[in-house]
């Protein structure tokens, strides 16, 4: 069967952005997430995971764009286990990407369309990563989590991401919501509901995107 990409290329491409991101990952994880990216190409022409078609796009806006939230999310964490919740998940975007570079954090994703978490459930199994597992449901028919940290990518407003998902926070953790430009206006709806106040935005730089990006 012929290969969906080069993956020696890829794998250049991979490691130079880790290098600007200053994430050093060893040549188990890079191969850890090409091979996710694999399963996600060959996945997607069945099961449309992702508007994106093309692998080098994908390699982008998927597997660098997430790894971009992983040094800030490490430095919340200071080295120590966690436990993350990866809420709208999709096809494991960021939490399979979470789960690979990071071995120590438990990573849940949580997505309402079955056919994406069973593809989660399908990596987790193929890429043996005993710290990843699924969940298909709503988030906020879930039990409360206590978790570290509930991440989002691309889910919904502020707002809403802290009322749906704001229980699953344990005392002292964070909602993490990655967004593109800095949502002001999703920011003072926030703050003017009160239960939640933002502690920061930090830009987030993706290696080779010229579209904003920020973690909230």
């Not at 694999?38 to 069945?46: G, P, S």
């Not at 809420?87 to 997505?111: F, K, T």
């Not at 940290?149 to 002292?172: E, M, N, Q, T, W």
């Amino acid at each position: 069967m012929q290969e969906p990409f080069n993956g020696a290329v890829f794998a250049a491409q991979l490691e130079s952005d880790c290098a600007v991101l200053r994430l050093p990952l060893d040549h188990a994880r890079i191969d850890l997430l090409l091979n996710y990216l694999a399963q996600m190409l060959r996945w997607n022409r069945t099961y449309n995971l992702t508007a994106i078609r093309e692998p080098e796009q994908m390699l982008l806006h998927h597997i660098t764009d997430s790894l971009s939230v992983v040094p800030e999310l490490a430095q919340r964490l200071a080295g120590q286990p966690a436990s993350i919740l990866d809420v709208g998940s999709g096809g494991g975007l960021p939490g399979v990407v979470l789960a690979i570079c990071r071995p120590e954090w438990q990573v849940r994703c949580v997505d309402a369309v079955e056919k994406k978490t069973a593809f989660i459930k399908h990596v987790a199994g193929v890429l043996r990563l005993p710290n990843l597992e699924a969940t298909h449901a709503r988030v906020e028919e879930l039990e409360p989590a206590e978790c570290d940290i509930v991440v989002s990518r691309a889910f919904a407003s502020l707002h809403d991401f802290a009322a749906l998902a704001g229980r699953h926070v344990k005392p002292g953790g964070r909602l993490a919501a990655m967004k593109g430009h800095p949502p002001e206006d999703e920011m003072q709806a926030l703050k003017d509901q009160g239960a939640w106040q933002v502690e920061g935005v930090t830009t987030l730089y993706v290696p080779r995107l010229s579209a904003r990006r920020c973690l909230v």
